[in-house]
């Protein structure tokens, strides 16, 4: 408790022992009840208490809610104590306040007024106790009424040193809780100049201040620049004895240092010649001093001289430009891999993990590969193997590949659980980055498997896969080495899966050889059928079909398998149906029929590798930016799918590089070119077996009629046809009848002109003032819940409105209006829920609640501030949601509401107007750029294609307000037909950023559009396709 010399307080004292000396807990409460009531009586019925007695009581108080007793009076004695002159009294009131007033307490008005009072004061101790006070509750009130007092207090040239620290340190603490509420921007330069302040207090408060300001906005504070080389060059060019008070065990201003040094890394190299060659001066010194013999031998000094060593090296590879400033950090780095210090062993690995992306240090990193795959073997700690594990993956190229890699396979056999996943990734990425030979990179991924089965995730077997099957010339060897992988007694499930997979595809190539006979590969695989979980024996099945195309003569002992009762009557739905339908396509089809459906899979295109992309997700740190992702590819593997019904419509194509839990079901070995159907009498099975092969570009303008009646005219239809027509302009006669989409799939129904659809243009620009009511299907009765509220749930009425604004009325009955207003940023987004009492009641126990369907939760984070519990008549509540984008959506989120309105329960479900389109950024491009990322994304699963009839009168001003609305740019001249609209923008996810490019061809004559989206991530196509067709 704080106490003044010569002004103890005797009661307090006595107090305080009398605790101490209670016997028991009752004792204890007893004691502290009898002074409570002594205490509130004194507060209520003496109003000639004296400062002295109540800093007494008030301190009574504190040391009681201290002891864990809750503390309801009182407060209002506390805050008069501030206006005191004594510095005990103030003092006490201060601490009273920080301990036990919150932010939203009633008294914080009054308070934040005597903090303004002792901050106007020109006594610096009253200012440095108000200010502590700020910096403890540091609530955006406060921020909001101090917002101009302390900024002013820190500049002016009035303040003492002592109290410029702490006005900083109390700035920093508001910015941190307040960013968008102190206006920093008439203050900057004097800030700035800050650094240049005699008093290395108040520069090391200011270097943390100025550091978080240029995080928000760098270039305003782009000035410190200069002035924090040239502070840092009097530190390390000043001896120890120079800065006394501010020296560590030798060193001078350590914090300081590492401060200013942090602070630099926001900033580019300088440009200006004096100041960069006295930073790198100021570099070059810190990393001489680290060579010298230490002038202490206590690790406080060791500490600090690294601490300032390891920024400055920060800084280095921060700048890479100085290839004599990186190696020298390097080779300072490499001093430390040997060092008995463990944390030191840490921090070199990982600094040099950084230096190995380098152009200019790479080499040098190189150096040190024996040092750290000693590391890997010999360290206790796991901390410092995963960071050598790193450093082995960052320092890899081709020249050192091979040992690398054999190095990692061989520790991986002992290295803990907690990093071989990590590790079974990187291994596969350097293995296929660097493979000269593909036999080599065959054996490794085998040896993967064989080694760590359990943690090799579907990404790495299915990437073997497709390099296999993109390579003619290492088929034959990978069919011979999973045929020998696989006759081990103990054998991996997903040694199983690339066995089935290769062999299916390539088992003819070893056929020739009796000890690997068509019969011998088929009981090999068939030996681990039972022992594979269902989706493998899935796979299984689809290997044998292709063995009977493959095999002929052991196409009876396959029929076999197929017809038990294990799989004919198998309780997994998926293994039944694939037995019936193989065993009724082996029977049936003819030769050249089989032929054609059960051919060798096509080559996959080339795409980003997502073993790499898992990688990232897992451990970002661990992939630099901008490295070797460039190089990686992969491909995507079609679903390949059978069914009974012929007129179902086609699988979704899964695209095998990315995310893992998209790939489950991609396990089947099937190709075809086309749509079979295989009768016999009257009765036919069907069996589609989808391959996504391009289609001929050369598709003629057609004349479409679709089963609802609709003709479509003036389209060219095919899944090149839109390549074409960006090029070659506008398409020429002819007609023939096919489906919408040219895919060879069933004919889709084009949606009818919907009936409220001109409404919905006037409706595009309503504000959040708007009078009009919401649509009926989002009312609600006023006997409770009504239909109204369950079609509300339902329909997507509402969240249409939003898609192209962001302001409106998102509901509206007699009881209540419900508008929204948001805005968004990136990846981020910002919604105000306002909620209005049209009543003359009060609405009583008014919660909200958010659910998020279909694992919404994974691609969306919600963050929901607490709305009031009561609405007032007449009045209108506002609620605030953050929301964060994670990877793509198509569900929207859950708003359930609810309150009692003359004591009965209401409910109301309502979609929130989230939708995916408002994380996009427009994009700007010329023509050429346009063809090119157009082409490049020609994909299946990367395109989706609407045609439909527009809902009202084709206007060009309309559609342009309907695509900015959107999200997207609109690019003029770059269709050669100019009545079409070309648009381009960047989905922001945290996870990624994903191209979009729109296409818009509308034919005012028949009053149809067709639209085409195209975008470097699957299913975002679809999504913003669907969505931009719901607004036209």
């Given at each position: 408790?704080?106490?003044v ?14 605790i101490?000396?209670c ?11 009898k ?8 507060f ?7 400062g002295?007695?109540?800093k ?33 009294e ?6 009273f ?7 939203t307490?009633?008294?914080?008005k ?5 903090i ?5 004061s020109?006594?610096p ?6 200010l502590?006070c700020v ?11 101090l917002?101009?007092?302390?900024p002013?207090l ?6 003492i ?6 006005a900083?340190?109390?700035l920093l ?5 307040s ?16 650094l240049?302040d005699?008093?290395?207090?108040v ?13 928000k ?9 200069s002035?924090?080389?040239s502070?840092?060059?009097r530190?390390v060019?000043s001896?120890?004895?120079?800065l ?12 300081l ?11 580019p190299?300088p440009?200006d ?9 100021c570099?070059?010194t810190?990393?001489?001093?680290a ?11 060791s500490?600090?001289?690294n601490?300032?060593?390891f920024?400055?090296?920060n800084?280095?590879?921060h ?18 891999l040997?060092?008995?210090e ?6 070199a690995?990982?600094s ?13 990193v190189?150096k040190h590969?024996?040092?750290?795959i000693?590391?890997l ?9 995963q960071?050598a594990?790193?450093?082995l ?14 190095e990692?396979l ?7 659980y907690?990093i ?11 293995a296929?980055?660097?493979a000269?030979d593909y ?9 993967l ?13 299915y990437?073997v896969?497709q390099i296999v099957i ?8 990978a069919?011979?080495t999973v ?11 997903n040694?199983?899966k690339?066995?089935g997979?290769?062999?299916?595809e390539?088992g003819n ?7 690997s ?12 059928y039972h022992l594979?979980?269902p ?13 009977v ?9 396959i029929?076999d398998?197929?017809k ?7 309780s997994?739905v ?7 339908e193989?065993?009724q396509?082996s029977?049936?089809?003819t ?7 059960l051919e ?10 997502s073993?790499l992309?898992?990688l ?13 992702q ?6 995507k593997l079609p679903?390949?799918?059978?069914s ?20 489950a079901?991609?396990d089947?070995p099937?190709?075809a ?10 009765e036919a099975?069907?069996?589609a077996?989808?391959d ?8 003629p303008s057609?004349?479409?009629t679709?089963?609802t ?18 090029e070659?302009?506008?398409p ?6 096919v489906d ?22 006037v ?7 708007s009078n ?7 009312g609600m009765?006023?006997g409770?819940?009504?239909?109204g ?6 329909s997507?009425d ?20 419900i508008?929204?207003?948001s805005?968004?940023?990136e990846d ?5 829920v ?6 003359t ?9 958010i ?7 994974e691609?969306?984070?919600i ?7 009561e ?6 509540v ?18 359930s509401i609810?309150?009692l ?6 409910k109301?479900?309502l ?6 389109n ?7 491009m ?6 090119n990322?157009?082409k490049?994304?020609?994909?299946p699963?990367?395109?989706?294609q609407?045609i ?6 084709i ?5 342009k ?5 959107f999200?997207?740019?609109?690019l ?6 100019p ?7 960047v989905l ?7 191209g979009v490019?729109?296409?818009l ?8 559009y067709?639209l085409?989206?195209r ?5 975002v ?11 036209l």
């Amino acid at each position: 408790m704080p106490a003044v010399k010569g002004d103890g307080m005797r009661g307090l004292a006595v107090f305080i022992s009398d605790i101490r000396n209670c016997k028991s807990k009752e004792a204890e409460i007893k004691r502290i009840n009898k002074e409570l009531a002594n205490i509130r009586s004194k507060f209520k019925g003496d109003k000639t208490l004296d400062g002295y007695q109540k800093k007494k009581y008030v301190c009574k108080l504190l040391f009681i809610f201290l002891l864990g007793h809750d503390i309801d009076f009182g407060h209002m004695e506390a805050v008069n104590l501030l206006s005191s002159n004594k510095y005990t009294e103030k003092q006490i009131g201060y601490l009273f306040i920080s301990v036990l007033i919150g932010a939203t307490n009633d008294l914080m008005k009054l308070v934040i007024q005597a903090i303004r009072n002792d901050l106007a004061s020109r006594n610096p101790v009253h200012i440095t106790l108000a200010l502590q006070c700020v910096a403890n509750i540091g609530s955006r009130e406060m921020a909001e009424g101090l917002s101009v007092d302390i900024p002013k207090l820190l500049v002016s040239g009035d303040t003492i040193d002592a109290v410029k620290q702490s006005a900083a340190l109390t700035l920093l603490r508001l910015l941190r809780s307040s960013p968008d509420i102190i206006p920093m921007g008439e203050w900057t330069s004097r800030i700035i100049h800050l650094l240049n302040d005699q008093h290395m207090g108040v520069v090391t408060a200011a270097a943390s201040l100025i550091e978080n300001l240029v995080k928000k906005n760098p270039e305003e504070y782009k000035g410190c620049v200069s002035l924090a080389v040239s502070r840092l060059s009097r530190i390390v060019t000043s001896s120890y004895t120079d800065l006394q008070d501010y020296t560590y065990y030798f060193v001078p201003a350590p914090w300081l240092s590492v401060k200013l040094l942090r602070l630099l890394q926001n900033y580019p190299p300088p440009e200006d010649p004096a100041v960069k060659t006295r930073l790198t001066e100021c570099l070059e010194t810190i990393l001489n001093k680290a060579q010298e013999p230490p002038k202490s031998k206590k690790v406080q000094h060791s500490n600090a001289k690294n601490a300032v060593l390891f920024e400055a090296i920060n800084l280095i590879i921060h700048m890479d430009s100085d290839p004599n400033l990186l190696v020298r950090a390097c080779n300072q780095l490499g001093q430390f891999l040997q060092h008995r210090e463990t944390n030191l062993r840490y921090l070199a690995l990982e600094s040099m993990c950084l230096l190995a992306t380098s152009e200019f240090s790479h080499e040098a990193v190189k150096k040190h590969q024996e040092t750290v795959i000693t590391a890997l073997k010999t360290e206790r700690d796991v901390s410092v193997r995963q960071r050598a594990v790193d450093l082995l993956y960052a320092m890899c190229d081709r020249t050192n590949a091979e040992e690398i890699v054999g190095e990692m396979l061989e520790y991986l056999e002992s290295a803990d659980y907690s990093i071989r996943e990590e590790m079974v990734l990187k291994v596969a990425i350097l293995a296929e980055k660097y493979a000269v030979d593909y036999t080599w990179y065959v054996d490794v991924i085998l040896n993967l498997i064989r080694i760590a089965g359990d943690y090799v995730s579907e990404e790495v077997w299915y990437r073997v896969i497709q390099i296999v099957i993109n390579r003619d010339d290492v088929q034959g060897y990978a069919a011979k080495t999973v045929f020998e992988a696989l006759q081990a007694p103990a054998c991996h499930e997903n040694m199983v899966k690339v066995g089935g997979y290769i062999l299916g595809e390539f088992g003819n190539l070893i056929a020739g050889d009796p000890r690997s006979s068509p019969l011998v590969q088929f009981q090999l695989l068939h030996s681990k059928y039972h022992l594979c979980s269902p989706s493998t024996r899935g796979l299984l099945l689809s290997t044998y079909i292709k063995f009977v195309n493959l095999f002929p003569e052991i196409k009876n002992t396959i029929q076999d398998v197929l017809k038990s009762d294990n799989n004919m009557r198998n309780s997994d739905v998926e293994l039944q149906q694939r037995s019936i339908e193989y065993l009724q396509l082996s029977s049936i089809a003819t030769a050249d029929v089989l032929a054609t459906v059960l051919e060798e899979m096509p080559p996959f295109p080339e795409r980003e590798s997502s073993i790499l992309a898992k990688l990232k997700k897992k451990k970002p740190s661990s992939v630099p930016e901008g490295s070797e992702q460039k190089e990686h590819t992969a491909t995507k593997l079609p679903q390949a799918q059978m069914s009974n019904n012929v007129e179902s419509n086609p699988p979704t194509t899964i695209n095998l590089m990315s995310q893992a839990d998209a790939l489950a079901s991609v396990d089947k070995p099937l190709t075809a070119l086309t749509e079979v159907t295989l009768a016999t009498g009257d009765e036919a099975v069907g069996a589609a077996i989808w391959d996504f092969t391009e289609t001929p570009s050369e598709t003629p303008s057609v004349t479409l009629t679709t089963s609802t009646g609709i003709t479509l005219e003036g389209f060219d239809i095919g899944e090149s046809s839109t390549d074409d027509v960006m090029e070659k302009g506008s398409p020429v006669g002819g007609s023939a009848t096919v489906d919408l989409l040219g895919l060879g799939t069933p004919t889709q129904t084009a949606p009818s002109a919907g009936g409220n659809g001109d409404g919905l243009l006037v409706d595009m620009f309503d504000t959040l003032t708007s009078n009009k009511p919401a649509p009926a299907t989002n009312g609600m009765d006023l006997g409770g819940l009504t239909g109204g509220a369950e079609e509300a749930f339902k329909s997507d009425d509402s969240l249409s409105r939003f898609i192209c604004k962001n302001n409106g009325v998102l509901f509206e009955n007699d009881l209540l209006q419900i508008g929204v207003k948001s805005e968004y940023r990136e990846d981020l987004g910002r919604l105000w829920v306002f909620y209005g009492n049209k009543t003359t009641f009060q609405l009583n126990a008014f919660c909200v609640d958010i659910s998020q369907p279909g694992g919404l939760t994974e691609s969306l984070s919600i963050q929901q501030k607490p709305v009031g519990g009561e609405v007032e008549a007449g009045a209108q509540v506002k609620q605030q949601f953050n929301m964060a984008c994670v990877q793509e959506f198509e569900d929207a989120p859950i708003m359930s509401i609810q309150f009692l309105y003359s004591g009965a329960q209401q409910k109301i479900a309502l979609k929130m107007p989230v939708v995916l389109n408002k994380y996009i950024s427009p994009t700007e491009m010329d023509a050429s750029t346009f063809f090119n990322r157009w082409k490049a994304l020609s994909s299946p699963s990367q395109e989706s294609q609407q045609i439909f009839k527009a809902t009202s009168p084709i206007d060009t001003e309309q559609i342009k307000t309907k695509l900015i609305g959107f999200s997207v740019s609109v690019l003029d001249g770059i269709d050669p037909n100019p009545e079409n609209f070309v648009s381009a923008g960047v989905l922001h996810t945290r996870n990624q950023q994903v191209g979009v490019l729109v296409r818009l061809e509308p034919n005012k004559q028949a009053q149809m559009y067709r639209l085409t989206v195209r975008a470097s991530r699957d299913r975002v196509a679809k999504i913003l396709c669907d969505l931009l067709q719901s607004q036209l």
